[in-house]
């Protein structure tokens, strides 16, 4: 998950190796993922570190059901490695890399999307291509949801596998707030005249940082622009919209601008103590979740902007060192499980949305899927509708950068 360290991460990155002197990945690419049962047998007695962002407490309940799960069917030991960011994970691999520490690395599996995925994958950090070949990922939507073949615009190759789909979803008390705004500009426009009433994580957070491009991709002149390189020729006249939105929205925000929550959990905090009215999530079935454990008000409901909302698919790799990569493959092949997958969509627990096709499932998983209650504040994905692709991951990076410049508190 993302946050403005890992803004900077791929500069550092690049710095790092260089200094290392060289890009090259370690030859030992074993073991094969189409044979997989060679790939089980190497797994056993194997303890697979995770480094995965801890910030929400139902996220760590599923990965610690998984870790349950893998112990008792294949003998792997699954240890999640919690961080608040994962350029935490990918600097420890650079780390390594530059000490020449090529084998044997602390980091088997980390979860990872955009930016720091664009610089393990330009500098030969990752092993694979392996995810393709992994038994469930003949199950993935690849071709209604293309977001699980495309990380932020940049083809994953095989190199990261797909585990969950997200989305963004804006969630209101429909007690305080009976007509919520449906666009960025409508938001605008409510948060000026209730001032202090809607908050977004700070942009240092994956979420707040995708709060910004939810604003960037509604109000650039040129959307498609977005889904390039971003560069200095025209970085000022695609994000001047943003700035001018941002200059208006900043002071009418929760205390003003002055303090932001420091992550999702944080501004449910603020709804569920009636300090705002208005948040975001980029889990859809995140207020149920949350209803169903009273930490917010049951009359909280969520929408998506009337243009559609940024969304993408969360993805696991695996270091070109990782230690224990059958163990690592055998932990990504169960988080593509149906039953992994339908644990995770369970409405009073993570509640993320699925990369299966329901279609490719057996009549029985397909039954239980359907037979899965989504929640009293769950959009379905007709209500949710197409997601909005995410930007290029360099547009982010200077971004969250020139946010910090403009915003950030000093």
Do not use: C
Not at 361 to 385: H, I, K, M, N
């Amino acid at each position: 998950m993302t946050a403005m360290r890992r803004f900077r991460l791929a500069g550092a990155i690049v710095a790092a190796l260089v200094w290392a002197g060289g890009l090259n990945a370690a030859a030992d690419v074993s073991p094969e993922p189409k044979n997989w049962s060679e790939v089980e047998a190497a797994a056993q007695g194997q303890t697979v570190y995770w480094y995965a962002w801890a910030g929400e407490r139902l996220i760590n309940d599923h990965i610690a059901w998984v870790g349950e799960q893998v112990q008792a069917r294949y003998g792997v030991t699954l240890e999640h490695v919690k961080i608040s960011a994962t350029s935490e994970a990918v600097s420890k691999v650079v780390a390594e890399k530059a000490a020449g520490r090529d084998d044997d690395g602390a980091v088997d599996l980390i979860w990872i999307n955009g930016p720091n995925f664009a610089a393990m994958k330009e500098n030969d950090l990752l092993f694979g291509p392996w995810a393709e070949d992994l038994p469930n990922f003949a199950l993935v939507d690849v071709e209604n949801k293309p977001a699980v073949l495309n990380d932020f615009t940049i083809p994953t190759d095989g190199l990261e596998a797909p585990w969950n789909m997200a989305q963004i979803v804006f969630y209101y008390d429909s007690a305080r707030v009976p007509e919520p705004p449906r666009t960025a500009q409508a938001l605008l426009e409510w948060a000026q005249a209730n001032p202090g009433r809607f908050a977004f994580p700070t942009p240092e957070d994956f979420l707040g940082a995708t709060f910004l491009k939810q604003v960037l991709v509604e109000l650039a002149p040129d959307q498609s622009r977005l889904q390039e390189e971003a560069s200095d020729f025209d970085f000022d006249e695609i994000t001047a919209p943003l700035w001018a939105y941002l200059d208006v929205l900043t002071p009418n925000l929760w205390r003003k601008g002055q303090a932001y929550p420091a992550n999702s959990s944080e501004l449910r905090r603020l709804l569920g103590d009636g300090e705002i009215d208005i948040g975001l999530a980029f889990n859809p079935a995140e207020a149920s979740a949350a209803i169903a454990k009273d930490e917010i008000p049951d009359t909280v409901r969520t929408l998506v902007f009337e243009g559609g909302t940024i969304g993408n698919a969360s993805f696991i790799a695996i270091p070109y060192n990782a230690a224990h990569k059958a163990g690592a493959m055998v932990v990504a092949n169960f988080l593509m499980s149906p039953e992994a997958q339908l644990d995770k969509q369970r409405p009073d627990g993570f509640g993320g949305f699925t990369v299966l096709a329901m279609d490719k499932l057996s009549p029985e998983d397909r039954a239980a899927f359907e037979a899965q209650p989504r929640g009293v504040a769950t959009l379905s994905p007709e209500e949710l509708g197409a997601h909005l692709p995410e930007p290029h991951p360099s547009w982010m990076t200077r971004v969250g950068k020139a946010w910090k410049e403009r915003y950030g508190l000093r």
